[in-house]
């Protein structure tokens, strides 16, 4: 099983940057497809961008165009680029895994979450 630990989050003001890191252990990193997602206070939590072992990346529609998902093989890292940031974007970002090899979902192991609040 991958052990997932996010980091780089904390607070921003509107139009601010951040980074968030998603260090994995434990398995083969290279050939899972890893996910970002995001839970608001008092919602569910939601898709927010995925890369699969390929390099080939998915954005949810509210956060195209300002955040970019790219992973570092080497260094088993993925990371969530978050550019032009907006109040509704505060939530606790969560790094997935996916649980089986060249398959992109099935979301099986996850990070314990970083905060990220960005201020108007």
């Known amino acids: 099983q991958v052990q997932l630990v996010e980091s780089g989050g904390g607070l921003v003001q509107a139009g601010g940057s951040l980074r968030l890191s998603c260090a994995a252990s434990?398995?083969?990193?290279?050939?899972?497809?890893m996910g970002w997602f995001r839970q608001a206070p008092g919602k569910e939590r939601a898709f927010v961008a995925s890369i699969t072992w390929s390099n080939n990346t998915y954005y949810a529609d509210s956060v195209k165009g300002r955040f970019t998902i790219s992973r570092d093989n080497y260094k088993n890292t993925m990371y969530l680029q978050m550019n032009n940031l907006k109040p509704e974007d505060t939530a606790v970002y969560y790094c997935a895994s996916s649980g089986r090899r060249y398959v992109l979902g099935s979301w099986n192991d996850w990070g314990q979450g970083t905060q990220v609040t960005v201020s108007s």
């Open positions: 434990g398995r083969t990193f290279s050939t899972y497809a």
